[in-house]
């Protein structure tokens, strides 16, 4: 069947994508090519969880997650 899906002599239902996608531990997005971000199931828990903060909660734990992607971002650049 797989064979079949990549040859392009059939297209999968949307349930049997997102089947492969949980097999693969991969999202759909990134299965069907619309995103190249993977995002495993311990990095959606971790979205899963912080959307699921107080608004205020929510912008502290994304401003240390700018923080740190900055820190690192400079820190690569100075590297050079």
Known sequence: ???????????PSIEAVAKIADAL?????YLIGKTKMELD?????????ISTLSE?????VLNMIDMALRDFKTKKAYAR
């Open 56 to 60: 205020e909660n929510k912008n502290f």
């Open 41 to 49: 199931k311990n990095t959606m828990r971790r979205l899963e969880d």
């Open 1 to 11: 069947m797989i064979g079949r899906y990549e040859r392009g002599d059939i297209s």
């Open 25 to 29: 531990e991969v999202s759909v997005d």
